[in-house]
């Protein structure tokens, strides 16, 4: 069985320091894993995705996640927060067709 | 939103109605999801579709339905609308499977909000 578990329901920072969005896996096998945002009233889009290809992922906007089997951990990171990042944010892992978990998100609010 | 088009993208409906969702790609992807999305209970998946006519439940299918007769059209219907199906929906499409690595990103749509009253 595949799950992932976001550590933090709500993440809050100043703009300009760095983000941390915590995320770790339950998977029987290597998985896939994938990063989401969600603006205010807006689909999801794709952050970045871990397909066992490199172990650190370098995504959209200066985000990024590294791929760490030995803690079962797939944290976002980005060095400098932006207004912009505001949104909430989902950790995702996908086996079969239908076997997609999401996490239940995290909401990072940036303060200016 | 890379093909994908969700209409309608609000809707007000009462208590016992039927209403229909559709869900329409360009992307010629085989894969088609519906999901709905709740405070506190994140992204649940309804009903998906691994090709033409070929349809399978998710972890919430209770009263809803779907069909998809072409590629590029999936329907979501609620033959009887109840409050508790009050929420955002999206469909997302796959070019792959779970296991296709190179392919089994999901692309979102934009979402549909429906209010049951």
Known sequence: AQSVTQLDSHVS??????????????SSYSPSLFWYVQHPNKGLQLLLKYTSAATLVKG?????????KSETSFH???????????AEYFCVTRGGYQKVTFGTGTKLQVIP | DA????????????????VTLRCHQTENHRYM??????????????????GVKDT???EVSDGYSVSR????????????????????????ISEGG????????????????LTVL
């Open chain 1, 13 to 26: 920072v100043s703009e300009g320091t760095p983000v941390l969005l915590r995320c770790n896996y339950s």
């Open chain 1, 60 to 68: 959209i906007n200066g985000f990024e996640a590294e791929f760490k």
């Open chain 1, 76 to 86: 976002l990171t980005k060095p400098s927060a932006h207004m912009s990042d505001a």
């Open chain 2, 3 to 18: 093909g994908i088009t969700q209409s309608p993208r609000h809707k007000v409906t009462e208590t016992g109605t039927p």
């Open chain 2, 33 to 50: 999801y519906w999901y709905r999305q709740d405070p506190g209970h994140g992204l649940r998946l309804i009903h998906y579709s691994y």
């Open chain 2, 56 to 58: 399978d439940k998710g």
């Open chain 2, 69 to 92: 007769s072409k590629t590029e059209d999936f329907l979501l219907t609620l033959e009887s609308a109840t409050s508790s199906q009050t929420s955002v929906y999206f469909c997302a």
């Open chain 2, 98 to 113: 779970g296991r296709q690595r190179g392919a089994n990103v999901l692309t979102f749509g934009a979402g549909s909000r």
